[in-house]
């Protein structure tokens, strides 16, 4: 409990001060692959680009993940998720999702304004009007890169089992990231063997998880920090995202061969 709050006041530092952004950069593109066991279903993109938003300077993510081969016959996913990120805060301008998983499709935006209140942000989507959050408020893919930014260059504070709270507006709703720290492993990928830092996102007991750790996040472990596999332990089976290929990093990803 004492090193979760440790962390959490660790991060209300960060978020409030005038760093610079040195692990990622706009032109960055990351390629995964999806893999039910030997079966491939689905390929995922991440890429970084420059962008204004209401004639302010921000960085665009856009997550673009679909199936192919086989399963995209049975069922067919093109699911995008876009970030507009001030690059001086790292904070949303606005958000993005658009979903489409075989008969069910949604699309909303929402803009995040963290100046108007000091006290909080106000959210405004279009499927549900205006929100008032608290201030420091990410989306889900913003959070990530701000993880990545300025948490992880901390490694070294961290012990095993540190867990990291980060708030964001996900799915038209209030959604914590929980990250339990689990240590380092060398993991393999289509880009190599890399030495990485693995997180347990806390996930929710029930339909599609049987325990709150089945979701596992490995960050590599060098200056970019940058999300190299994630692996999915659901009732009926696992699969995994691995990173194929990259593009465009700030430093040159340590490979062991």
């Known amino acids: 409990m004492k090193k979760t709050i440790f962390f959490c006041l660790f991060a209300l530092f960060f978020a409030y001060a005038k760093g610079q952004i040195t692990t ?4 960055e593109k990351i390629f995964y692959t999806i893999h039910y066991g030997l079966l491939k279903g689905g390929e995922v993109s991440l890429q970084l680009s420059r962008d204004t ?28 998720y876009e970030s507009y ?14 979903i489409s998983e075989g008969n069910y499709k949604r699309y909303n935006e929402v803009l995040f304004d963290h100046k108007t209140r000091q006290d909080s942000a106000i959210l405004t989507s279009q499927a549900s009007g205006i929100h008032i959050t608290q201030q420091g408020i990410h ?13 992880l260059p ?9 867990s990291f709270t980060i708030t964001t507006w996900f799915t038209d709703e209030l959604y914590p990231v929980i990250l339990k720290y689990k240590g380092t492993e060398i993991v393999k990928t289509k880009a190599g063997k890399i030495k990485a830092y693995k997180f347990n996102p806390v996930t929710e007991v029930g339909r599609l998880f049987k325990t709150q750790e089945d979701v596992s996040i490995w960050f590599s472990a060098d200056k970019n920090f940058l999300p190299v596999k994630i692996r999915f332990n659901i009732f009926v ?15 040159p990803l340590e490979i062991r061969y």
Not at 53 to 68: F, K
Request: negative net charge; proline residues 4%; aromatic residues 14%.
């Open 237 to 251: 089976g696992a699969f995994m995202v691995e990173l194929a290929h990259y593009e465009n990093l700030v430093y």
């Open 24 to 27: 990622y950069q706009p032109g």
């Open 154 to 162: 901390g490694m070294h504070e961290m012990s095993i089992d540190d």
């Open 139 to 151: 989306d889900i893919l913003s959070c990530f890169y701000w993880f990545r930014n300025r948490i």
């Open 53 to 80: 938003v209401n004639g302010i300077e921000a960085w665009h993510s856009v997550l673009d993940g679909r199936t192919v081969g086989l399963v995209d016959v049975f069922y067919e996913v093109r699911d995008i």
């Open 85 to 98: 990120i001030n690059p001086a805060t790292e904070l949303p301008l606005k958000s993005v999702r658009n």
